[in-house]
């Protein structure tokens, strides 16, 4: 059964750091591209980034470029979101997902408040 399981998320004030994970299980990781999103209260959710399989591309949504990292330690069969400079507006519900043979499968989410 393919399962995705987020954690690390928290209440932090601006400008404070996170780092989400994402741990998988149910599939082989290490060929599968793998998503963050986040849904803000009141609002659709909304694509932040993708790496691939391996690694050895990423990309951004506009809006966090520059202050997000994803990376993944397929030993681990883990992908993670360092989020940096973080601002009142990234309060949301983060999730990861996968799709797995035509299936998105999604996290349960974790929440990240950013507020003073």
């Known amino acids: 059964q393919v399962r995705l399981v987020e954690s690390g998320g928290g209440l932090v004030q601006p400008g404070g750091s996170l780092r989400l994970s994402c741990a998988a299980s149910?599939?082989?990781?290490?060929?599968?591209?793998m998503r963050w999103y986040r849904q803000a209260p009141g609002k659709e959710r909304e694509f932040l980034a993708h790496?691939?399989?391996?690694?050895?591309?990423?990309n951004y949504a506009g809006s966090v470029r520059g202050r997000f990292t994803i990376s993944r330690d397929n030993a681990k069969n883990t992908v993670y979101l360092q989020m940096n400079s973080l601002k009142s507006e990234d309060t949301a519900v983060y999730y990861c997902?996968?799709?797995?043979?035509?299936?998105?499968?999604w996290g349960q989410g974790t929440q990240v408040p950013v507020s003073s």
């Open positions: 997902k996968v799709d797995v043979l035509g299936n998105d499968v």
């Open positions: 790496i691939t399989g391996y690694g050895d591309s990423t």
């Open positions: 149910g599939f082989t990781f290490s060929i599968y591209d």
